[in-house]
């Protein structure tokens, strides 16, 4: 970073991951107008590139700290605390026996469409059916890894606000990380779900 | 130092455009037709010399084998992507073609930003006749949806075309800039560019701040091969299948007949932007006549594939943006295109409210890149654009997929910093494959670039290289490396896949100055025809002014120096000239610093008595 250690500073904002949207696109605004190459034009070569390196470390930034989500990858990949679950593709236990009967139903889509083109005629409006509403399903359960995030991204302000030290917060930061790679998991049934309801 | 334009490089029509300084409004400037419109068609004369515009565009009937229109769907492409394209247009690939395209006009081959680049030439030569001044540096426009190559192509024209290209900026951005100054725009706008080869819808977000106004592009999307060009297609479509059935005739066999019937058609197209139908006539060359009536009805029907095409791309970036059409505050209508009633009916029912369509939509798109060209001269920045990348980045990873690096519609300039480790023991390269697209896998990309980097040979693992990819705010890549251990800058040699490399860019260079050494002398007498006469009547005007009293010693040196200066424009010699108009600024000098210091001098603010 060419100012300060992280995103957070070079907005000059404190290490908070509940956060002002509007305040932080006023800032971005503030930064870019200084910043953009546009103002440089006319400079000499090494200032034009060090307007070119600032200005897109401004927007990789404000890329990275606009949604929540972004700001909790980002804190933790920063943090070297972005840890992917050993086994990726491995369905968290209290999720197993969801995903078994919906990789079931999958499959007999697949079969009946499969079925369909060599022209028997199967309906697969049934398991279309049993497909959506597995969808439907999964996609809150993704809304509530959103709003647990949220709830610890409250106790990480706090923490941050009280001084906390190392230790409590790599425990919270142990947390979101581990919120993260369920709803990573929960991400990827729901496109495939969608992929395959979409053909 | 010469002056910077605003150029639209189009596929059908190309402008160029400066902002008055008076007015402060952009203008855009006409050619010696009077026209603002300089079709993009190029010819290759006989006697070897390139014919631009509109006599270039009245041979395509005439000599249709050394005239080129639509070159922009070239650019910046391989023989394999155009293949569907020369079903329909005519153009000449050369068997010579590798990565870069070759295209034939008569005798010679020329690459698409060459072609481009005797557009831009013809651009920058009407205005500098209109200023009186050199132009040398400009603004392009380029279609939102341009992938780096195809950017990077324009880039390459403007230089040929001995242009420095302070920037490109995407149509659409530039349409909202010129509309948002006219109109004073607010919030969140929608625009959508239907230009004669090309397609864009953008979304922006235009805030007011106190240091000025800000034009956020929040999400882009389009066809870079869907326009004008593809209902004009369907229309030929019909006709030569109503022509082979009625006459047994395949017109597609008889080029010059082709382009006849193709500008019935395109006048039709007109016309029914007009009227509820228009009449087709087109004699064959045995005499026997094609006519038929085109409704509007038919029309639209006709063109509804065409016109739906469009409405992906716009469902796409409304998405992007995560906004509903029905946000939108404001809908714009850009590109000539624009002006088939059955395309505003739909974007009006899409959007449910009237598009904005008070700006010419052909020029529309030049009057914003004038106003980006003056900002960037000036230094006076009450305007900031802050556009996006069209297209995600991403580097071929194991088993061909792409690893994306930088998302699309990320705001630009943008970086991706990847690092990479040697697989092998003594490997002293490391393969790198850069692409652009949304699809998973490399071949279903498009390749920007490939390239080694080289590390100090030693066991697997040890060398670790830092890539830096950083897309500027011309939207186009720039790569640049660094070995971990020796923190060694290694210089990257990005050899384009589908573009010109400097070495031939620059060998293009020295040839056109070769062969153009005639044309050089003509432009150069041309160039101080016109700066003496600027001179000349300035010279005039301020001898007349009655405020100021001139001894009669300097009014007759300076009348001495004007009337030699008047004898060297007749003649040829354009370095002759040169001398006397420096002869004529000196020995008007006193002069002006009078004027300069004299009541006057508020009025004229610091100008050079050769600008009064």
Not at chain 1, 65 to 77: D, H, K, S, T
Not at chain 2, 79 to 85: F, K
Not at chain 2, 187 to 208: H, P, R
Not at chain 2, 524 to 550: D, G, Y
Request: hydrophobic share 40%; net charge negative; proline share 4%.
């Amino acid at each position: 970073m060419a100012n300060g250690n992280d995103y957070f500073s070079f907005f000059g904002l404190p290490q908070k991951l509940r956060m002002d949207t509007a305040e932080l696109e006023k800032r971005f605004h503030q930064l870019s107008w200084k910043l953009h190459p546009d103002n440089f034009v006319r400079a000499s070569e090494k200032e034009r590139d060090i307007s070119l390196a600032l200005s897109s470390e401004l927007n990789d930034a404000y890329r990275a700290m606009r949604e929540p989500l972004g700001r909790v990858e980002y804190l933790l990949a920063h943090s070297g605390m972005r840890k992917e679950g050993a086994h990726k593709q491995q369905a968290p236990p209290e999720l197993l026996e969801e995903v078994f009967e919906l990789n079931e139903s999958l499959d007999e889509l697949r079969e009946s469409r499969e079925a369909s083109e060599h022209g028997a005629d199967s309906a697969t409006s049934g398991v279309r059916a049993k497909l959506e509403a597995a969808e439907k399903n999964f996609a809150e359960k993704l809304e509530e890894s959103d709003a647990q995030l949220d709830v610890i991204a409250g106790e990480w302000d706090a923490a941050i606000d009280a001084g906390a030290d190392d230790t409590a917060r790599r425990a919270l930061m142990t947390k979101m990380n581990d919120v993260l790679n369920r709803r990573s998991y929960i991400r990827n049934l729901v496109n495939k779900v969608a992929a395959e309801l979409a053909i | 130092m010469g002056r910077t334009v605003g150029i639209d490089l189009g596929t059908t029509y190309s402008l160029v455009a400066y902002v008055d300084k008076e007015t402060k409004r952009p203008k855009c400037i006409p050619g010696p037709h009077g026209s603002t419109l300089c079709p993009s068609v190029v010819s290759l004369d006989r006697d070897g010399s390139v014919i631009v515009g509109e006599p270039a565009r009245r041979r395509l009937l005439t000599q249709p084998g050394r005239t080129i229109y639509s070159v922009k769907r070239l650019m910046g492409r391989g023989p394999a992507d155009v293949a569907g394209e020369l079903k329909i247009f005519p153009f000449q690939i050369d068997p010579s073609s590798e990565n870069v395209i070759r295209v034939r006009l008569g005798e010679r081959v020329f690459t698409p930003p060459e072609i481009s680049a005797f557009i831009l030439r013809e651009l920058k030569s009407w205005a500098e006749q209109y200023f009186g001044e050199s132009v040398d540096k400009a603004v392009i426009t380029v279609p939102a949806y341009f992938n780096d190559a195809q950017r990077q192509a324009t880039k390459d024209a403007g230089r040929l075309a001995g242009l420095e290209v302070l920037r490109l900026v995407n149509e659409p951005t530039a349409a909202a800039l010129a509309y948002g100054l006219h109109e004073k725009q607010r919030g969140l706008v929608a625009v959508y560019d239907f230009g004669g080869g090309t397609f864009d819808i953008s979304v922006l977000k235009l805030i007011s701040t106190d240091q000025g106004d800000i034009y956020q592009v929040l999400s882009t999307s389009g066809d870079t091969h869907l326009g004008g060009d593809d209902i004009d297609n369907e229309l030929q479509h019909v006709a030569r299948e109503e022509i082979m059935v009625k006459f047994g005739v395949d017109i597609a066999t008889q080029p010059a007949a082709a382009q006849e019937l193709r500008k019935a058609l395109i006048a039709a197209k007109h016309e029914l932007s007009l009227s509820d139908s228009a009449g087709v006539k087109f004699p064959l060359a045995d005499g026997r006549m094609y006519a038929r009536t085109i409704s509007r009805r038919e029309y639209d029907q006709l063109i509804a594939p065409v016109v739906a095409r469009t409405m992906v791309p716009v469902k796409q970036a409304l998405a992007d943006a995560h906004m509903k059409p029905e946000k939108m505050e404001e809908v714009v209508l850009v590109g000539g295109s624009t002006r088939v009633p059955f395309v505003r009916q739909v974007v009006e029912e899409y959007f449910g409210r009237r598009p904005h369509t008070e700006l010419n939509p052909d020029a529309v798109v030049a009057l914003g890149a004038a106003v980006q060209a003056n900002i960037l001269e000036t230094g006076v920045q009450d305007m900031l654009l802050l556009d996006v990348t069209p297209l995600s980045l991403g580097i071929e990873t194991m088993g061909g997929v792409v690893a994306k690096i930088i998302p699309r519609n990320s705001t630009i300039p943008a970086s991706a910093q990847d690092n990479f480790t040697t697989g092998v023991d003594n490997q002293t390269g490391i393969d790198i494959h850069v692409l652009q697209g949304e699809r998973e896998l490399a071949k279903d990309c498009r390749s920007l670039a490939r390239f080694q980097l080289k590390v100090p040979s030693g066991p697997a693992g040890l060398a670790r290289v830092e890539v830096i990819f950083l897309i500027d705010a011309s939207g186009i890549l720039q790569v640049a490396a660094r070995e971990m251990h020796t923190g060694t800058q290694s210089t990257v040699e990005v050899q384009p896949s589908y573009g010109l490399s400097d070495a031939e860019i620059e060998r293009m260079l020295e040839e056109s100055i070769e062969n153009a050494e005639q044309d050089f002398s003509e432009r150069q007498l041309i160039e101080a025809r016109t700066e003496a006469e600027v001179i000349l009547r300035a010279t005039e005007k301020s001898l007349s002014q009655t405020e100021i009293a001139i001894p009669a010693d300097e009014r007759d040196a300076i009348e001495t120096s004007a009337s030699a200066l008047r004898s060297a424009i007749a003649g040829q010699d354009y370095k002759l000239i040169r001398v006397r108009v420096d002869e004529l600024n000196t020995t008007t000098t006193p002069l002006a610093e009078r004027i300069m210091n004299g009541a006057l001098a508020t009025a004229l603010e610091g100008k050079q008595l050769d600008q009064v």
